[in-house]
């Protein structure tokens, strides 16, 4: 079984930074990507960003980019999102989902999932 443990949310005002972090353990899979999605009340799950697991490449949702960075440390098996200049439009349940197929867009191609961890920035 594969596990993805995200840490790291919590509740900021705006401007601040914040740092998830995203840890793989469990059996050993193929992954194409990695990547963090978010979900706000009453709203579908959006794409944040990822990065291919081999390569580095990244991938930025248009509103999160400049002010987010994603990053992974393959020796740790482990994913980042550093999150500067946060907005009260960045409050949601952050997702840390690893890729098996090869469109890092779409979230029907994330096969596993962690639980979810809450980032809340007041204004």
């Known amino acids: 079984q594969v596990q993805l443990t995200e840490s790291g949310g919590g509740l900021v005002q705006a401007g601040d930074s914040l740092r998830l972090s995203c840890a793989t353990s469990?059996?050993?899979?193929?992954?194409?990507?990695m990547a963090w999605f978010r979900q706000a009340p009453g709203k579908e799950r959006e794409f944040v960003a990822a990065?291919?697991?081999?390569?580095?490449?990244?991938y930025y949702a248009d509103s999160v980019k400049g002010r987010f960075t994603i990053s992974r440390d393959i020796a740790k098996n482990t994913v980042y999102l550093q999150m500067n200049s946060l907005k009260p439009e960045d409050t949601a349940v952050y997702y840390c989902?690893?890729?098996?197929?090869?469109?890092?867009?779409?979230?029907?191609?994330?096969?596993?999932w962690g639980q979810g961890t809450q980032v809340t920035v007041s204004s």
């Open positions: 469990g059996r050993t899979f193929s992954r194409y990507a």
């Open positions: 989902a690893a890729n098996t197929g090869t469109y890092v867009y779409f979230i029907s191609d994330y096969r596993h």
């Open positions: 990065i291919i697991w081999s390569g580095g490449g990244t």
